[in-house]
């Protein structure tokens, strides 16, 4: 089993930065695609960015396309979310999720494992 935990969440004012991080621990012998994933109060959740094993291949959602930066190093079983120039509408719980595949899938349900989430406020 897998168990992913998300960091670096927090409260920032509108047009500042987070790097979020997410280690994946226990059984990690697979080759994972990764992505991140957030839902705000009363939303779907929604795809942030995905990234394939390699890390040759990325996704942004519309909404954090030349704002939001995937990456990963596997040496260290961690994948990041650098975000710039926060907007409140970017206020939600950001989730970490493991894919059955390598190459970087979109859809929800092609995640297996999910972390428990961190929250991120952006302040007008």
């Known amino acids: 089993q897998v168990q992913l935990a998300e960091s670096g969440g927090g409260l920032v004012q509108a047009g500042g930065s987070l790097r979020l991080s997410c280690e994946a621990s226990?059984?990690?012998?697979?080759?994972?695609?990764m992505g991140w994933f957030r839902q705000a109060p009363g939303k779907e959740r929604e795809l942030v960015a995905t990234?394939?094993?390699?890390?040759?291949?990325?996704y942004y959602g519309d909404s954090v396309k030349g704002r939001f930066t995937i990456s990963r190093d596997n040496t260290k079983n961690t994948v990041f979310l650098q975000m710039n120039s926060l907007k409140p509408e970017d206020t939600a719980v950001y989730y970490c999720?493991?894919?059955?595949?390598?190459?970087?899938?979109?859809?929800?349900?092609?995640?297996?494992?999910w972390g428990q989430g961190t929250q991120v406020t952006v302040s007008s």
């Open positions: 226990g059984r990690t012998v697979e080759r994972p695609a």
């Open positions: 990234i394939s094993w390699s890390g040759d291949s990325t």
């Open positions: 999720a493991a894919s059955r595949y390598s190459l970087a899938t979109t859809a929800p349900a092609y995640y297996e494992h």
